[in-house]
């Protein structure tokens, strides 16, 4: 196919980048053709038109203004695509022929500049024989995480952090679950060969990984290099702002998965995955991006170090004590950009002079909050932020001295500095300003001198400057004009003195705007230089919002300083649901919580609505609160610092993976049971309903067992509708039994939402579904059945007991003991007949005190548990008297 020499070119670019969208750099645009600029079309909404292309005839094309290339390039990125840009690398007045053109950054989802404030990460996982290496990059703050771990906390990781790019090694073998994840949150999964420590080494200017810190071999270590490759391969630029490697494993951090995370509620609602509703959205009172950002990470990763948490309690309540300190801090605040994006922007090359300009500011106000907490005595967290930090005041007014207060967005606009900051910058622009001027003289004599009073001179970059005549004053146009071009309504000319001083002019912009060029590439240069202490200021000005915000929630909403000990155990008096509080406007009911070893598990019963949830997910929430630093919602607290939080609450199915509700809860129920501590907190909610009643009771009573019976008992609460589990209070001296408060009339019940410490005598299910709007006669029809049923029940109950004890034991007993004991089995205390005086005589000492005993019993008051748990004592006590009377 015949195409034109450009359009051969963009064919050449497109074959080595098929994966992408291609935008290819054409003057003031980049032009995207054929199926991308169909697709580009469509997705941005703009006009699709089309190019000749030679013997290929007419193509679809459409394009972006170069300018304002970034807001579609970050709509493409959320939609799932790549995009290769692809520049002029050479001046078009110096080429040759056609200008040259290469491809200058590929934009991926994992490598977007996003104008969002959250952390967008990049992943990148490599596998070996023993475990998994995995690292983050989030390019636009330079934050760089990396560690490795077994799969499973590794998965876990993956969930917290939620990549939208993940790089897998090429050829190598991807675990199973990273392709259940990925199809299940739309991540893209990227193949690239690792370039190894090479690339580390230059990134980070060090001779050696172990310089920073890095096992040369580790999976880690590849990780990170392999994140790197990616990098390096996609922008074609080593980014200079990213941060020396945090570890991503660490034992000073709480470990929460994305379960709890997500049935907590912590950072989305359940519902509709929003922040609003959720514990993210009512602490939130920051008042910087980089502050939000923190405050996420803080509640995503608590603390588990005693003094670390104290250290954050402390610098809270210096903020809650402090009203007018807290306010002048926040007002500070407000005036800080986000320093890590902006910094990040110079790194690849996108930031602007106002961009810069921000930064100065930034840079000011961030001191102003540092001067303030200096003039105090602070504690000791917010005294290490602010001491010692660098002195980046200089830089900040040298650019507040040079740019312009209202500075434009692009810097070949030109007028970015102000007079004063460069003498070449000054005598250039003194020669646009005498050129305009001659300009503005020699159009006013023309006009004088041709008495043509339209005539205007103008400017094209076809024709250079020119004089614009309209045709109905051709007939005064001087000899001496030169016509040049002709429009509809005029003539266009020129003159030659018009010509010889056009050179001066355009010479003097065109300097004028390189002069200026290179002095705001000079201050790019000097941001970046300063990345590391930049970095620095802003992750000090982020902590220090963080904790303002606690302590402007703290003070709002009344929550009280939490008392940490290294000791295990939970106390909680008056403890709220801070969300639920919110919602329910003053009518929230507070309540208790005492776990602690000896005294561990609480089998919550109640009915639905009753508020067995909430209770739940406040005692976790307070928990995560206390260790991330906070003060809590609660009229006192005292948390032993607990080491992992589990939370199976709610139903939920996992369409992406093929599962049910039923098999994602007993997957997280398997994860709870394998990796839960003796000093981890652990929220079970109806485990075993997602099957038949009898399937789900055995499950719901061995997991309550396991927990009961471990040498390690995680502190456990464990909502149920299996009244069957009551009874496990009296086998396990740890369980202890609460249910939700219920006042029941005859018109209805009513939800106390009060804890109380007793076992709830009924689901009140019924009840429930008639609150909830059943008909009537449903509701009716359904109370008939419930009364058959456990009528029903309690007669196959007295059944089973009676054969058991026939077949089991009083088979053996002597003839004159049988008939007795069967009777007193079957029969309550109230319908019970007394033996006669022969019969009873047969019964002396041992004997006689259990036929008492087994009369006494009350089959109707028991439920099937019960009672086959007072029938195997029976059993076992008709065993001793045999073996006594055998003995004897």
């Known amino acids: 196919m015949g195409l034109t020499p450009m359009m051969r070119q963009y064919q050449?670019?497109?074959?080595?980048?098929?994966?992408?969208?291609?935008?290819?750099?054409?003057?003031?645009?980049?032009?995207l053709f054929f199926e991308d600029a169909v697709t580009a079309s469509r997705e941005l909404d703009i006009t699709l038109t089309g190019r000749d292309a030679g013997e290929a005839g007419r193509i679809p094309m459409c394009g972006v203004p170069y300018h304002a290339v970034e807001q579609y390039l970050e709509r493409l990125i959320d939609r799932g695509y790549r995009v290769?840009?692809?520049?002029?690398?050479?001046?078009?007045?110096?080429?040759?022929?056609?200008?040259?053109?290469?491809?200058?950054?590929?934009?991926?989802p994992g490598t977007a500049l996003s104008k969002d404030t959250d952390h967008r990460f990049l992943a990148a996982l490599v596998a070996s024989s023993s475990s998994f290496g995995l690292a983050f990059v989030d390019v636009g703050t330079g934050e760089v995480l990396m560690g490795e771990a077994d799969g499973g906390a590794c998965a876990d990781?993956?969930?917290?952090?939620?990549?939208?790019?993940?790089?897998?090694?090429?050829?190598?073998?991807?675990?199973?679950?990273?392709?259940?994840?990925?199809?299940?949150?739309?991540?893209?999964?990227?193949?690239?060969?690792?370039?190894?420590?090479r690339l580390i080494e230059e990134q980070y200017g060090v001779s050696s990984v172990s310089a920073l810190g890095l096992a040369e071999q580790s999976d880690a270590t590849k990780a990170l290099a392999l994140a790197l490759t990616y990098i390096d391969e996609t922008q074609k630029m080593k980014l200079r702002h990213l941060q020396d490697p945090a570890p991503l494993f660490e034992q000073t951090h709480l470990a929460l998965n994305q379960t709890a995370i997500h049935h907590l509620e912590l950072t989305a609602t359940a519902r509709d995955g929003q922040k609003k509703g959720s514990l993210l959205g009512l602490i939130d009172a920051t008042v910087t991006a980089a502050g939000g950002r923190l405050l996420r990470s803080w509640l995503e990763r608590p603390l588990c170090r005693e003094a670390d948490i104290v250290r954050r309690h402390d610098a809270v309540g210096y903020f809650v004590d402090d009203l007018i300190l807290r306010e002048e801090v926040r007002e500070s605040l407000r005036g800080v950009h986000d320093l890590a994006r902006l910094v990040a922007r110079f790194a690849f090359g996108s930031g602007n002079p106002r961009d810069l300009l921000s930064l100065a500011h930034s840079l000011i106000k961030g001191q102003a909050v540092i001067d303030t907490l200096s003039v105090t005595e602070p504690p000791e967290l917010l005294a290490s932020l602010i001491d010692d930090l660098p002195d980046l005041l200089g830089l900040a007014a040298t650019i507040e001295a040079s740019i312009v207060d209202e500075p434009p967005v692009q810097t070949r606009e030109g007028g970015i500095f102000r007079s004063g900051v460069d003498s070449e910058l000054d005598r250039l622009r003194e020669l646009q300003t005498s050129g305009r001027t001659w300009l503005r003289d020699l159009e006013q004599r023309?006009?004088?001198?041709?008495?043509?009073?339209?005539?205007?001179?103008?400017?094209?970059k076809v024709f250079g400057y020119y004089i614009e005549v309209s045709k109905a004053n051709l007939g005064s146009v001087p000899e001496e004009y030169e016509r040049r071009q002709t429009l509809t309504g005029a003539e266009r000319f020129i003159l030659p003195e018009l010509k010889a001083r056009e050179a001066e002019i355009l010479s003097a912009e065109e300097r004028a705007m390189a002069k200026e060029a290179e002095l705001f590439q000079s201050f790019r240069d000097k941001v970046l230089a300063a990345r590391t202490e930049i970095q620095t200021f802003a992750d000090a000005l982020a902590q220090i919002d963080v904790l303002q915000s606690l302590a402007h929630v703290a003070s709002e909403r009344r929550f009280v300083r939490p008392e940490i000990r290294g000791d295990v155990g939970i106390e909680i008096v008056g403890g709220r649901h801070?969300?639920?509080?919110?919602?329910?406007?003053?009518?929230?009911?507070?309540?208790d919580t005492h776990l602690a070893p000896g005294d561990h598990i609480i089998v919550l019963t109640g009915p639905n609505m009753g508020g067995k949830s909430t209770y739940m997910r406040q005692t976790a929430i307070i928990v995560m609160l206390a260790q991330m630093g906070s003060f809590v919602p609660a009229e006192s607290a005292v948390i032993g610092v607990v080491d992992q939080i589990f939370a199976r609450i709610g139903a939920a199915d996992d369409l992406g993976r093929g599962q049910s509700t039923f098999m994602v809860e007993m997957i997280e129920l398997a994860q709870i049971l394998r990796q839960s501590t003796g000093r981890s907190l652990v929220l079970l909610d109806e485990i075993g309903r997602g099957t038949s009643t009898y399937d789900g009771l055995s499950i719901a009573e061995a997991v309550l067992e396991e927990l009961a019976s471990r040498s390690e008992q995680p502190l456990t609460m464990f909502a149920t509708h299996y009244h069957e589990l009551i009874g496990f209070s009296e086998r396990f001296p740890s369980v202890r039994n609460y249910s939700m408060a219920v006042e029941e009339t005859a018109d209805g019940i009513t939800f106390l939402h009060t804890?109380?410490?007793?076992?709830?005598?009924?689901?009140?299910?019924?009840?429930?579904?008639?609150?909830?709007?059943?008909?009537?006669?449903?509701?009716?029809?359904?109370?008939?059945?419930?009364?058959?049923?456990?009528?029903?029940?309690?007669?196959?109950?007295m059944a089973a007991a009676t054969s058991e004890v026939r077949e089991s034991s009083l088979d053996s007993v002597s003839p004159a003991v049988t008939p007795v004991v069967a009777q007193a089995s079957v029969q309550t205390p109230a319908t019970a007949t007394a033996p006669d005086a022969p019969a009873l005589a047969?019964?002396?000492?041992?004997?006689?005190?259990?036929?008492e005993r087994v009369a006494a019993e009350n089959l109707l008051a028991m439920t099937p548990l019960d009672a086959m748990n007072r029938l195997n004592e029976l059993i076992e006590k008709a065993r001793e008297l045999l073996s006594w009377e055998t003995s004897s």
């Open 12 to 31: 050449e670019v497109k074959a080595a980048h098929q994966d992408a969208l291609l935008m290819f750099r054409l003057g003031d645009f980049y032009e």
């Open 84 to 108: 290769a840009i692809c520049e002029q690398v050479e001046d078009p007045k110096a080429a040759k022929g056609l200008v040259q053109r290469e491809v200058v950054r590929i934009v991926t």
């Open 157 to 197: 990781q993956l969930r917290l952090f939620a990549p939208i790019e993940i790089v897998v090694e090429k050829g190598a073998p991807a675990p199973n679950w990273l392709a259940a994840y990925s199809a299940q949150t739309e991540v893209l999964i990227t193949e690239r060969t690792n370039g190894g420590n």
């Open 446 to 460: 023309e006009r004088e001198r041709t008495g043509i009073k339209s005539l205007k001179i103008g400017y094209n």
């Open 578 to 591: 801070p969300v639920v509080e919110e919602l329910a406007k003053g009518q929230f009911v507070p309540n």
């Open 755 to 797: 804890v109380v410490t007793r076992p709830s005598d009924k689901s009140y299910g019924i009840q429930v579904a008639k609150l909830a709007g059943l008909p009537p006669h449903v509701v009716e029809r359904a109370q008939t059945l419930l009364a058959a049923r456990e009528s029903q029940s309690q007669a196959s109950a």
């Open 842 to 851: 047969l019964f002396e000492g041992p004997y006689r005190a259990f036929v």
